[in-house]
């Protein structure tokens, strides 16, 4: 298990990560029955990256590395997190089946290129928070979610 885990005040100025399978500025990718939990970053800066994910947070499991899939990720706080650029991919939030869930992940006051991500207004009905980032999330992806500073304050 990794548990309570920190970071704090963290400038990333490059990203250059060609496999899919290990992208992600903020990874975290339990495999061989690891569960993650108990995390929070706060104050993260994020230039524009060259090759890569701004997030990814996957319960891994691939033979050729892993014995046997992540248990989990849960209980993830990312407060105040910036991106300003243009060339990320596809952020990935992805849950496998049964147990091996992502839970309660939220995201306090994301922003990108200026502009917050909140599940809450400032987008059509028909988009999620999510689709701003831009970010995939699965069907095995339970309680996540985007919130102001303000929103957050009111919890």
Same mark, same amino acid.
């Given at each position: ?20 399978? %290990?992208?992600?500025?903020?990874? +975290? ?5 690891? =569960? @993650?939990? #108990? $995390?929070?970053?706060? &104050? ?43 060339? %990320?991919?596809?952020?990935?939030? +992805? ?5 091996? =869930? @992502?839970? #309660? $992940?939220?995201?306090? &006051? ?43 304050? %009111?919890?």
């Amino acid at each position: 298990m990794l548990e309570n885990l920190r970071f704090e005040n963290i400038d990333i100025l490059d990203h250059r990560e060609p496999q899919v399978s %290990a992208q992600g500025c903020i990874a +975290l990718n339990p495999g061989d029955g690891n =569960l @993650i939990r #108990d $995390v929070r970053c706060d &104050n993260m800066r994020v230039e524009d990256i060259r090759w890569g994910q701004l997030v990814q947070m996957r319960i891994t499991y691939m033979p050729k590395w892993n014995t046997a899939p992540g248990r989990g990720i849960e209980n993830v706080y990312i407060k105040d997190l910036t991106y300003t650029g243009t060339h %990320a991919g596809t952020s990935l939030l +992805l849950g496998l089946e049964g147990d091996h =869930l @992502i839970k #309660d $992940v939220t995201f306090e &006051n994301l922003v990108v290129n200026g502009r917050v991500i909140r599940d809450s207004g400032g987008k059509p009905a028909w988009y999620l928070a999510s689709d701003g980032v831009p970010m995939f999330a699965n069907e095995h992806v339970h309680n996540l979610r985007f919130l102001t500073t303000e929103e957050a304050a %009111a919890l």
